[in-house]
């Protein structure tokens, strides 16, 4: 089901700089719908790290950081840490898809 | 403080119907729509559908048209997921979450600020 596409899986030491695309289509990202991006870490509820392509939430460290260009769209974690280990999902609009949204494939971080 | 709190985890049997729930507090739950989010096992999200609570109007994502049905009674605060007849594969967390406005230029522009804790449903024989 899922139009946006995510790599698998990114991994980076401690410190290190990571980015996580999700790539969409003219129907979606492309289309002007903005992307959000959540964080799930192991056995709990997905949590909103970046909403509008680049804004983040009063909590969410300023090391998560967004943005948006054509049909794609990128978070990039800087200075990670071992907590950021867990599951990343991009999630915008399909103009296809009657009014519903659509998550990425998602991607696992690995802090090694 | 805004709290989605769903109800307990279910196991079932095939064929078997099924509602969950998920109650809103700490806001005026009519101004903001509810949206089913279903993460099968080591899976990733897929978004069911949504429902506005002040009206109960709803739609669903075309993978999960007349599979489910979402409702809500907002004198209650609580949103619900429904099935009639289930399937092994229906085996899965569900999530609630409220869909939030924000000031944007793009379209539509809302995004989940809040979710419930999931849901597990497990369908066996």
């Known amino acids: 089901q899922s139009v946006l596409t995510q790599p698998p899986s990114v991994s980076g030491a401690p410190g290190q700089r990571v980015t996580i695309s999700c790539i969409g289509s003219?129907?979606?990202?492309?289309?002007?719908?903005?992307v959000h991006w959540y964080q799930q870490l192991p056995g709990t509820a997905p949590k909103v790290l970046i909403y509008?392509?680049?804004f983040r939430p009063s909590g969410v460290p300023d090391r998560f950081s967004g943005s948006k260009s054509g049909t794609s769209a990128s978070l990039a974690i800087t200075g990670l840490q071992a907590e950021d280990e867990a599951d990343y999902f991009c999630q915008s609009y399909d103009r296809s898809l009657s009014g519903s949204g659509v998550f990425g494939t998602g991607t696992k971080v690995t802090v090694l | 403080e805004v709290q989605l709190v769903q109800s307990g985890a279910e196991v079932k049997k095939p064929g078997e119907s099924l509602r969950i729930s998920c109650k809103g507090s700490?806001?005026?739950?009519?101004?903001?729509?509810i949206t089913w989010v279903r993460q099968m096992p080591g899976k990733g999200l897929e978004w069911m559908g949504s429902i506005d609570p002040s009206d109960s109007k709803s739609n669903y994502s075309p993978s999960f048209q007349g599979h489910v049905t979402i409702s809500a009674d907002k004198s209650i605060s609580t949103a619900y997921l429904q099935w009639s007849s289930l399937k092994a594969s229906d085996t899965a967390i569900y999530y609630c979450?409220?869909?939030?406005?924000?000031?944007?230029?793009?379209?539509?522009?809302?995004?989940?600020?809040?979710w419930g804790q999931g849901t597990l449903v497990t369908v066996s024989s």
């Open positions: 003219s129907s979606n990202i492309g289309a002007g719908y903005d």
């Open positions: 509008g392509n680049k």
């Open positions: 979450a409220r869909l939030m406005y924000y000031d944007s230029s793009g379209y539509y522009p809302y995004f989940f600020d809040k």
């Open positions: 700490g806001y005026s739950f009519s101004t903001y729509w």
